[in-house]
Antibody, heavy 116, light 109 residues
Framework: QLVESGGALVQPGGSLRLSCAAS????????MNWVRQVPGKGLEWVSFMTGSGSLIYYGDSVRGRFTISRDNVKNSLYLQMNSLRVEDTAVYYC???????????WGRGTLVTVSS | ESVLTQSPGTLSLSPGERATLSCRAS???????LAWYQQRPGQSPRLLIS???SRATGIPDRFNGSGSGTDFTLTISRLEPEDFAVYHCQQYGSSPATWTFGQGTKVEI
């Protein structure tokens, strides 16, 4: 199971940290992704991290502003989002990777709204 | 960046009918690393198909994926009421530059 938290209303230029609590599997053995979805629209891959944290990727639209991290002791994945823009408004999903960005387990998502 | 284009945008069908969804890539999908997800209203996506044609665990055999190169198809042989949802295709090759989703196809009654 994956449970996201931390979504909120934030002003443009602000920051937010999302969390994802994992349970029911050996978290450290899995690569993880963040994927977002503007309500009513398609999915957009955001970021990827290997189980050890040794390899990280970001989508072009968030590189330099967002930072993915994980704590394998706490079985948690994080997404630090800085310099937020209106276009970052979306539901953010935490998703377990079967391979790369292929996701075989998804959380329910947390809503981030960037608005003044 | 390789773009995935899904068609049609909306498919209006009845239970028991066959649904055929298309996903076309602007560049050839290496290794046929193409997946399909189902997203029911108010729910998160669920993996249906990976590697273009391999059903995920627990997915009924009425869901079939096919295709290669740039043209891929998801076929639902006989629509059940729970199949009315949005379907997303995704490529997930070795390069993150190729990690993109299509815009989705809604299958409605």
């Amino acid at each position: 199971q994956l449970v996201e938290s931390g979504g909120a209303l934030v002003q443009p230029g602000g920051s937010l940290r999302l969390s994802c609590a994992a349970s029911g599997f050996t978290f450290r053995n899995y690569e993880m992704n963040w994927v977002r979805q503007v309500p009513g629209k398609g999915l957009e891959w955001v970021s990827f991290m290997t189980g050890s944290g040794s390899l990280i990727y970001y989508g072009d639209s968030v590189r330099g502003r967002f930072t993915i991290s994980r704590d394998n002791v706490k079985n948690s994945l994080y997404l630090q989002m800085n310099s937020l823009r209106v276009e970052d408004t979306a539901v953010y999903y935490c998703a377990r990777a079967e391979a790369g960005s292929l996701c075989d387990l998804w959380g329910r998502g947390t809503l981030v709204t960037v608005s003044s | 960046e390789s773009v995935l284009t899904q068609s049609p945008g909306t498919l209006s069908l009845s239970p028991g009918e066959r649904a055929t969804l298309s996903c076309r890539a602007s560049q050839s999908v290496r290794g046929n690393y193409l997946a399909w997800y189902q997203q029911r209203p108010g729910q998160s996506p669920r993996l249906l198909i990976s590697d273009a044609s391999s059903r995920a665990t627990g997915i009924p055999d009425r869901f079939n994926g096919s295709g290669s190169g740039t043209d891929f198809t998801l076929t639902i042989s006989r629509l059940e009421p729970e199949d009315f949802a949005v379907y997303h295709c995704q490529q997930y090759g070795s390069s993150p530059a190729t990690w993109t989703f299509g815009q989705g196809t809604k299958v409605e009654i």
